[in-house]
């Protein structure tokens, strides 16, 4: 029989996470009832926030229903400052991407989306 070896690495290291999540989705969405537009409520906020986080180099950890949870990897390094420059600037791109988005809500008849967006550090 062979025994597999198994490597364990008691190592860790600190990263930016970040999460964006909408406000209220759960109390909006009952007022929609139509199964389509419900999708389509969760995939215009969803899908743009994706398209936000891919762009300064983030990585998704998890789709939390309303919420996404992502890091930046980058940011293991605490002085590459070019790094914490990219948290920034998508906090900021996801915020002007407010009116963009509830836009794309009208245009599907659909309600405006609210969000917040935070970040850590450790």
Request: hydrophobic share 45%; aromatic share 12%.
């Amino acid at each position: 029989m062979v025994v597999p070896k198994i490597l364990l690495l008691n190592q860790s290291d600190s990263y930016c996470v970040c999460m964006v999540d909408m406000i209220d989705s759960t109390k909006v969405i009952a007022g929609i009832a139509i199964p389509y537009k419900i999708r389509k409520y969760y995939s215009i906020f969803l899908n743009s926030m994706y398209l936000m986080i891919k762009k300064y180099g983030a990585i998704i950890n998890k789709n939390v229903g309303d919420s996404l949870i992502y890091y930046f990897p980058k940011t293991s390094d605490s002085t590459n400052k070019s790094a914490f420059k990219d948290v920034i600037e998508c906090g900021i791109t996801m915020m002007a991407a407010f009116r963009v988005i509830n836009f794309k809500m009208s245009q599907m008849n659909l309600p405006r989306v609210d969000y917040k967006i935070s970040a850590d550090y450790g």
